[in-house]
Protein backbone atom coordinates (compact mmCIF):
# COMPACT_ATOMS: atom_id res chain seq x y z
CA UNK A 1 0.00 0.00 0.00
CA UNK A 2 1.35 3.01 -0.71
CA UNK A 3 0.65 6.72 0.49
CA UNK A 4 -1.78 7.35 -1.89
CA UNK A 5 -4.47 4.41 -1.42
CA UNK A 6 -6.83 2.88 -3.76
CA UNK A 7 -8.68 5.33 -6.07
CA UNK A 8 -11.34 5.52 -8.10
CA UNK A 9 -11.40 8.63 -9.21
CA UNK A 10 -10.34 7.92 -12.67
CA UNK A 11 -13.19 5.12 -13.19
CA UNK A 12 -15.96 7.76 -12.01
CA UNK A 13 -14.22 10.60 -14.34
CA UNK A 14 -14.55 7.92 -17.32
CA UNK A 15 -18.09 8.32 -16.97
CA UNK A 16 -20.18 11.48 -17.34
CA UNK A 17 -23.14 10.16 -15.78
CA UNK A 18 -21.30 8.47 -12.60
CA UNK A 19 -19.27 11.96 -12.45
CA UNK A 20 -22.39 13.98 -12.19
CA UNK A 21 -24.01 11.58 -9.37
CA UNK A 22 -20.45 11.27 -7.46
CA UNK A 23 -19.59 14.87 -7.81
CA UNK A 24 -21.44 16.38 -5.04
CA UNK A 25 -21.45 13.89 -2.74
CA UNK A 26 -17.99 13.97 -2.71
CA UNK A 27 -18.25 17.80 -2.50
CA UNK A 28 -20.41 17.29 0.62
CA UNK A 29 -18.12 14.88 2.24
CA UNK A 30 -15.39 16.84 1.96
CA UNK A 31 -17.04 20.30 3.34
CA UNK A 32 -18.16 17.52 6.19
CA UNK A 33 -14.90 16.06 7.20
CA UNK A 34 -14.20 19.85 8.52
CA UNK A 35 -10.40 20.26 7.12
CA UNK A 36 -11.43 22.84 5.20
CA UNK A 37 -13.22 24.98 7.94
CA UNK A 38 -9.78 24.94 9.70
CA UNK A 39 -7.98 26.31 6.21
CA UNK A 40 -6.67 22.72 5.89
CA UNK A 41 -5.76 21.53 2.42
CA UNK A 42 -6.81 17.70 1.47
CA UNK A 43 -2.33 16.88 0.71
CA UNK A 44 -2.64 18.60 4.50
CA UNK A 45 -3.91 15.63 5.66
CA UNK A 46 -1.29 13.08 4.55
CA UNK A 47 0.92 11.02 6.81
CA UNK A 48 3.81 12.27 7.24
CA UNK A 49 5.60 9.50 8.39
CA UNK A 50 5.48 7.67 5.20
CA UNK A 51 8.80 7.70 3.58
CA UNK A 52 7.05 8.55 0.02
CA UNK A 53 5.73 11.49 1.75
CA UNK A 54 9.07 13.11 3.28
CA UNK A 55 10.47 12.70 -0.15
CA UNK A 56 7.48 14.90 -1.97
CA UNK A 57 8.03 17.05 0.77
CA UNK A 58 11.34 17.55 0.24
CA UNK A 59 11.05 18.73 -3.32
CA UNK A 60 7.95 21.40 -2.41
CA UNK A 61 9.43 25.05 -3.80
CA UNK A 62 10.18 26.93 -0.37
CA UNK A 63 6.71 29.00 -0.95
CA UNK A 64 4.51 26.02 -1.04
CA UNK A 65 6.49 24.63 2.26
CA UNK A 66 5.88 27.60 3.99
CA UNK A 67 2.19 27.98 3.28
CA UNK A 68 1.59 24.30 4.39
CA UNK A 69 3.66 24.83 8.11
CA UNK A 70 1.28 28.21 8.32
CA UNK A 71 -1.60 26.57 7.25
CA UNK A 72 -0.75 23.68 10.15
CA UNK A 73 -0.12 26.01 12.77
CA UNK A 74 -2.98 28.08 12.42
CA UNK A 75 -4.78 24.85 12.29
CA UNK A 76 -3.70 23.63 15.75
CA UNK A 77 -4.34 26.67 17.01
CA UNK A 78 -7.96 26.77 16.14
CA UNK A 79 -8.11 23.27 17.47
CA UNK A 80 -6.75 24.61 20.49
CA UNK A 81 -9.42 26.86 20.86
CA UNK A 82 -12.17 24.42 19.90
CA UNK A 83 -13.75 25.85 17.00
CA UNK A 84 -13.32 26.84 13.84
CA UNK A 85 -11.38 29.69 11.57
CA UNK A 86 -14.04 33.29 10.53
CA UNK A 87 -16.11 31.52 7.18
CA UNK A 88 -14.09 33.82 5.24
CA UNK A 89 -10.91 32.29 6.12
CA UNK A 90 -12.17 28.51 5.40
CA UNK A 91 -10.79 26.96 2.29
CA UNK A 92 -12.57 27.31 -0.42
CA UNK A 93 -13.11 24.07 -2.93
CA UNK A 94 -11.62 25.85 -5.43
CA UNK A 95 -8.23 26.55 -3.71
CA UNK A 96 -8.55 22.99 -2.45
CA UNK A 97 -6.22 21.73 -4.69
CA UNK A 98 -3.35 18.43 -4.28
CA UNK A 99 0.07 20.51 -4.12
CA UNK A 100 1.15 17.02 -2.93
CA UNK A 101 0.35 14.69 -4.71
CA UNK A 102 2.33 15.44 -8.46
CA UNK A 103 4.92 14.91 -6.05
CA UNK A 104 3.97 11.78 -4.68
CA UNK A 105 3.63 9.88 -7.41
CA UNK A 106 7.13 11.17 -8.66
CA UNK A 107 8.58 9.62 -6.01
CA UNK A 108 6.35 6.21 -6.60
CA UNK A 109 7.12 6.06 -10.23
CA UNK A 110 11.07 6.39 -9.36
CA UNK A 111 10.96 3.36 -6.70
CA UNK A 112 9.25 1.20 -8.98
CA UNK A 113 11.86 2.22 -11.88
CA UNK A 114 14.41 1.69 -8.91
CA UNK A 115 12.67 -1.63 -7.88
CA UNK A 116 13.21 -2.50 -11.76
CA UNK A 117 16.75 -1.48 -12.09
CA UNK A 118 18.09 -3.28 -8.54
CA UNK A 119 16.28 -6.64 -9.60
CA UNK A 120 17.42 -6.46 -13.40
CA UNK A 121 19.39 -9.68 -14.30
CA UNK A 122 22.04 -10.03 -17.11
CA UNK A 123 21.81 -12.88 -19.27
CA UNK A 124 25.17 -13.32 -21.13
CA UNK A 125 25.77 -14.42 -24.82
Not at 45 to 70: I, K
Not at 82 to 107: C, F, G, M
Amino acid sequence: MNALGPSLAPYVRSSRTLKKWVTPLAQWYANLMGYRKMGLKYDDLQQEELPEVQRALGRLTQREYYDRAYRMKLSAHQSVLHKPLPKEQWTSAKEDVRYLKPHIVNVLEEETERAAWDTMTVQRK
